[in-house]
């Protein structure tokens, strides 16, 4: 095992037993899931807050780069289909 692989997993032990600790107490756990919670919703909130800024700039945000991505997979499965299809016409 290479020193690397080594301090990964005592770095990994040592965040686990951290763990252990903070959460072994009920209400720290519960108090640690709801920063949690909390954090999560806020990033959900900033998130919808920066999506609608760009759409109002009329910039293209990462689901809109998504959305064109998926489109344009279906237009190239299409153009292999009807190529084949083609192809198939010309060779009869």
């Known amino acids: 095992m290479g020193i690397r692989q080594r301090l ?10 951290a763990m252990e600790t903070l959460l072994a107490d009920e209400q720290r756990a519960r ?3 709801a920063a949690l919670g909390s954090m999560q919703r806020g990033k959900q ?3 919808r807050g920066q999506e609608e800024l760009m759409h109002t700039l009329h910039f293209a945000t990462r689901i ?8 344009l997979a279906g237009l190239k ?16």
């Open 45 to 47: 909130a900033l998130d």
């Open 64 to 71: 809109d780069f998504k959305a064109v991505g998926k489109a």
């Open 77 to 92: 499965r299409r153009l292999r289909e009807l190529d084949e299809k083609l192809s198939g016409l010309a060779g009869e």
């Open 31 to 33: 108090t640690f899931a």
């Open 8 to 17: 990964t997993k005592q770095a990994l032990g040592a965040s686990h037993k």
